[in-house]
């Protein structure tokens, strides 16, 4: 069992550049790959980051690549999502999830815990 907190989200201004933190219970986060979903109002959670349980392995969705940088820190059972240049498209709530496999996987039925969602509303 995982349970997961994020925090660092919301208001920014556009350009602006956040770090959300993903906090994770228990002693076996280093056993979960990890990936960052943002829901937009009226759209599904969609994987934008992603990074494998050992942090060796990174995946970022196209429209992200170069502006958003997932890392973890096992030691302190964390999972973060540097965000740099925000944009209004941007704007949702943003859930951590953890996979209980090495890897990490694109469709959000294949990860088993997630945590409550911080809001990121980007102002133009």
């Known amino acids: 069992q995982v349970q997961l907190v994020e925090s660092g989200g919301g208001l920014v201004q556009a350009g602006g550049s956040p770090r959300l933190s993903c906090a994770a219970s228990g002693r076996t986060f280093s056993t979960y790959a990890m990936g960052w979903f943002p829901q937009a109002p009226g759209k599904g959670r969609e994987l934008v980051a992603a990074i494998s349980r050992s942090g060796d392995n990174l995946y970022y969705e196209d429209s992200v690549k170069g502006l958003f940088t997932i890392s973890r820190d096992n030691s302190k059972n964390t999972v973060y999502l540097q965000m740099n240049n925000l944009r209004h498209e941007d704007t949702a709530v943003y859930y951590c999830?953890?996979?209980?496999?090495?890897?990490?996987?694109?469709?959000?039925?294949?990860?088993?815990?997630w945590g409550q969602g911080t809001q990121v509303t980007v102002s133009s």
């Open positions: 999830a953890a996979r209980g496999s090495s890897y990490s996987n694109t469709d959000k039925d294949n990860y088993s815990y």
